[in-house]
């Protein structure tokens, strides 16, 4: 079975940093986009960043210049690096990837983890 474990959540003070990663194991052929998201308390899951295969980026207006994702192709890991962060990215970070099974390709969600930016 195919696993995203992500790592990193935490709090801290606004305008501090934080990173996060998402390792994907299991029975992996490959691994096309992948991303992160968030959801804050009673708000709708939302697009952080994401990131392809060959490395194009996408970013939410509401991060762009703030926060970088990365990925390592050879450890099915992405990362997002989070700087001068603000009381409104408290949310529960989840990571999704587009995953090539043996047969077909699927998409996955880690179980998320908390982020806390408290001003």
């Known amino acids: 079975q195919v696993q995203l474990v992500e790592s990193g959540g935490g709090l801290v003070q606004a305008g501090g940093s934080l990173g996060l990663s998402c390792a994907a194991s299991g029975s992996i052929f490959g691994i096309n986009a992948m991303g992160w998201y968030r959801q804050a308390p009673g708000k709708q899951r939302e697009l952080v960043a994401e990131i392809s295969k060959g490395s194009n980026t996408n970013y939410a207006d509401s991060v762009k210049g703030r926060f970088t994702i990365s990925r390592d192709n050879a450890k099915n890991t992405v990362y997002l690096q989070m700087s001068s962060l603000k009381p409104e990215d408290t949310a529960v970070y989840y990571c999704?990837?587009?995953?090539?099974?043996?047969?077909?390709?699927?998409?996955?969600w880690g179980k998320g983890t908390l982020v806390t930016v408290s001003s």
């Open positions: 999704n990837a587009e995953i090539q099974l043996l047969y077909e390709t699927r998409y996955y």
